[in-house]
């Protein structure tokens, strides 16, 4: 009896650190990607205090990578003006080095960036790290560019960590 209380403290222990383990992480990746938005974007959602480590979803966590999708808002080039700003899903990582860097702005990949219109997305919900909701805005036909009025869910997936991602279905939610 003695023994299994031990186990289970031991393994309450691990998984305690490593969830704090994964907090400072997203804190370090959401510093991080601060710094390259000041860079290279403005008005981004971490100048609105609209950034939450919520918008931070660990995908990869072993001894060779590290990945972290990152969903966030900015107008990258501060080009201003009516249409420029959109959303964006980041993914900020290391391999063994533990430098966290950002990698690129199309976590999922060109191909599912252009089916689900991410320069409207609303929302973000990991299922689990091979498993996302995304809410997102495209437009009908008579929609003027920078106000789509169909709102639609996709579900993105890929079969392991290094796979590619796929939008397996996709449905009309409302029209606005």
């Not at 601060?34 to 860079?39: A, L």
């Not at 609105?48 to 972290?68: C, G, Q």
């Not at 950002?102 to 320069?119: D, H, L, P, T």
């Amino acid at each position: 009896m003695k023994r299994i209380i031990m186990l289970m403290f031991c393994l309450g222990i691990q998984n305690l650190v490593f969830a704090q383990n994964i907090q400072q992480d997203k804190i370090d990746v959401q510093k991080v990607l601060k710094r390259y938005s000041e860079v290279t974007s403005c008005e981004t959602s971490f100048d609105d205090n609209e950034f939450s480590l919520k918008d931070i979803f660990l995908v990869n966590k072993d001894e060779d990578d590290t990945a972290y999708y990152v969903y966030w808002r900015a107008d990258f080039g501060c080009r201003g003006g009516s249409g420029t700003t959109g959303f964006y899903i980041s993914e900020v990582g290391h391999y063994s080095d533990p430098t966290f860097l950002v990698r690129n702005n199309a976590a999922f990949g060109e191909e599912v960036e252009q089916i689900i219109s991410s320069g409207f997305i609303t929302k973000v919900s990991q299922v689990n790290k091979n498993h996302f909701v995304i809410f997102t805005a495209k437009h009908d036909e008579d929609d003027s560019p920078n106000f789509p009025s169909l709102l639609y869910e996709y579900v993105v997936k890929r079969e392991s960590n290094y796979d590619t991602w796929d939008v397996v279905s996709s449905r009309l939610i409302k029209k606005q």
